[in-house]
């Protein structure tokens, strides 16, 4: 069992920056693929990026690439989302998720642990 824990979310204006964090543990992760997912109020969760702890690659969605960054600690079993240049339209609950199947994948049905999620409130 893979227990995931976010953390680092919070009230920030537009333009400004929040680096989240997804701790890992139960069990080493060395080999999973991590996503970010995250929902807004009245939406469906949607994919942010997802990276392969194994090779390093990594997938975006299209509205963050660019601005976001996903970065890993493997010392620590943690993931980062370094998100800069926020807009008010990132404001959701944000999720990581583990995928041992290893496939760098952003449909939901591909990830087998969540977290409980990390509110992120972008004010305009």
């Known amino acids: 069992q893979v227990h995931l824990a976010e953390s680092g979310g919070g009230l920030v204006q537009a333009g400004g920056s929040l680096r989240l964090s997804c701790a890992a543990s139960g069990r080493t992760v060395d080999n999973y693929v991590i996503g970010w997912f995250r929902q807004a109020p009245g939406k469906e969760r949607e994919f942010v990026v997802a990276?392969?702890?194994?090779?390093?690659?990594?997938y975006y969605a299209a509205s963050v690439s660019g601005r976001f960054a996903i970065s890993r600690d493997n010392a620590k079993n943690t993931v980062y989302l370094q998100m800069n240049s926020l807009k008010p339209d990132d404001t959701a609950v944000y999720y990581c998720?583990?995928?041992?199947?290893?496939?760098?994948?952003?449909?939901?049905?591909?990830?087998?642990?969540w977290g409980q999620g990390t509110q992120v409130t972008v004010s305009s």
């Open positions: 990276m392969s702890l194994t090779s390093g690659g990594t």
């Open positions: 998720a583990a995928n041992q199947g290893g496939i760098v994948s952003g449909q939901e049905g591909h990830y087998d642990y």
